[in-house]
């Protein structure tokens, strides 16, 4: 059932088309992918009800699926790769959003070069942008978060992301993996149109957004975000920096859109018979879900809000590039835990697995610094532990895991060597493993947290995180509005599971391009 479900969703099959086809009449003149940041499938059944706007309008447009992301990678770097480019952190080599380099001994960011600048380098595979840019059609990526712009394309397009200490957008050629700055006369035109600094007005719910939440505001487990604090108001002018809460209201959802729709005026997309792609991604919903949680009235208030916003936004896309002319896919990067105060979990920090990690190495090693990082799903050994000779190195691997073991909120550790190489291979779990790591790059060893229990800092407490390899966080709603689609009525639950690595080739087909895997 599954594979003839998947068979039928990539439809034209991207191996069987050719590389530039000349775009039949009727086709799709613009493929926008929608990417909810942090939107778990769990959270969307719970408030399916509520929505009568663009949701409502997207399932009864397109068919409704739960998309199922193939690694315990749920996170956002690794998943808009997946989404742009079919590969899971094994092949695409993005391990995280950050994470520790062994040549430079530090931690760099997913799209962070050595020094300090944006790149798309450490993506070892080509993306949509990449595909698209052999044709006369446009890849453009729009977000709050410079990886979310970046890593859909691949290493080529346009990007737009936004700057919190200049409280405005940004747009950036992309080329050979490294975006140079490129104003564009319309991004200008918007922002002298739409200062942010006036927009930054207080956040209060809308009137049945409590009853429909059904959880009080300042539901245990909630923290906040950007200076703000559990419960409503939020008002950016009390926080020390207003423009950083773009990130964490429902102004972050409202003018993504409008930039996307600024773009799509000002580059013609989806104006000739070449199909462009557009990639929008929704960074608020990653930070509301962070700071309060998706049962919380704050999460409720922004999809409410955004149910309206996005319904404006495809009535847009209809009145500027022709209803019946545009296909789309809705999904998500990753999904989320439920707060771990009701799954009776907790919170656990990359710090006291460290800790942890070097007390048990020195038990047999003697005082030194033997973990040189601990950064979620990776333990890096250091140079000093890799020369010890090899039994005492095996000694003390074995006491590392142990005691990594012995905390309830860790479910599994082990070597990376023994889960990583050969997926194909593999099976279940150990599949979904083997796609988390690359050989190259990630860990001598791993930590998976337990049900309920979810990576924290000190330094950013948060509601809920995401990054497991369960279910919470893999599984994501996976809206699919195709080309060619009719009318029916909408749909009130999810027909069937989907891979997550089929998107990017569904995504192909559609826009006429083959992905080069
Ligand atoms: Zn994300």
Redesign the pocket.
């Known amino acids: 059932m599954k594979s003839v479900l998947l068979l039928a969703l990539i439809g034209c099959s991207a191996a069987a088309v050719p590389a530039h086809p000349e775009p039949p009449e009727g086709g799709p003149r613009l493929v926008v992918l929608l990417v909810l940041?942090?939107w778990p499938e769990w959270s969307f059944e719970a408030k399916r009800a509520a929505f009568h706007g663009g949701f409502e309008r997207a399932l009864a447009e397109g068919d409704w699926h739960v998309g199922e992301h193939p690694s315990a990678a749920t996170?956002?770097a690794p998943?808009?790769a997946l989404l742009g480019t079919g590969a899971a952190t094994a092949a695409s080599g993005i391990l995280a959003n950050e994470w520790w380099h062994r040549d430079v001994h530090r931690i760099l960011m997913a799209v962070e070069d050595e020094d300090g600048h944006e790149t798309t380098k450490w993506l070892r595979v080509p993306g949509l942008g990449d595909a698209l840019a052999a044709t006369p059609g446009k890849a453009v990526g729009i977000s709050l978060k410079s990886r979310?712009a970046l890593l859909p394309l691949g290493h080529t397009g346009l990007v737009v992301w936004y700057d919190p200490h200049a409280a405005r957008f940004n747009s950036y050629a992309l080329a050979h993996g490294t975006p140079a700055a490129a104003p564009k006369p319309w991004l200008e035109a918007y922002t002298a149109a739409h200062p942010i600094g006036p927009r930054l007005q207080p956040w209060t719910p809308l009137p049945d957004t409590a009853q429909l939440a059904g959880v009080p505001d300042d539901n245990p487990g909630e923290v906040g975000d950007k200076g703000f604090g559990p419960t409503f108001p939020h008002d950016p002018a009390a926080t020390k920096n207003p423009a950083e809460t773009v990130f964490t209201t429902p102004l972050g959802n409202e003018v993504v859109f409008e930039v996307a729709s600024a773009a799509i005026a000002g580059e013609h997309l989806g104006a000739d018979r070449a199909p462009d792609l557009l990639v929008v991604s929704l960074s608020a919903h990653?930070y509301v879900g962070h700071g309060w949680g998706h049962e919380s009235q704050e999460q409720w208030d922004l999809e409410r809000r955004l149910d309206e916003r996005l319904a404006g936004f495809l009535d847009d896309l209809d009145r500027q590039v022709g209803a019946g002319r545009w296909a789309m896919v809705i999904t998500s990067?990753?999904g989320a835990s439920p707060l771990p105060e009701t799954l009776h979990g907790g919170r656990l920090t990359p710090e006291q697995v460290r800790v942890a990690a070097n007390a048990a190495a020195s038990a047999v090693l003697g005082p030194g610094t033997w973990i040189d990082n601990t950064h979620y799903p990776n333990v890096y050994f250091s140079s000093a532990m890799l020369a010890q000779p090899k039994s005492e190195l095996a000694s003390a691997t074995k006491r590392v895991i142990f005691a990594l073991r012995s905390f309830p909120a860790i479910e599994r550790v082990g070597k990376v060597a023994d889960v990583a190489g050969h997926c194909g291979t593999r099976t279940g779990d150990d599949r979904a493993l083997c796609l988390t790591f690359d050989p190259e790059r990630s860990g001598d060893l791993f930590y998976l947290p337990a049900r309920g229990f979810i990576m924290d800092t000190e330094d950013e407490p948060a509601a809920t995180a995401?990054g497991s390899i369960h279910d919470y966080d893999r599984q994501v709603p996976l809206l699919i509005l195709p080309p060619g689609r009719t009318k029916h009525a909408p749909a009130t639950a999810p027909a069937g599971m989907v891979d997550m690595q089929t998107v990017a080739p569904l995504l192909a087909g559609w826009l006429g391009v083959q992905l080069p895997l």
């Open positions: 940041d942090q996170l956002t998943g808009h979310a990653d990067d990753h995401h």
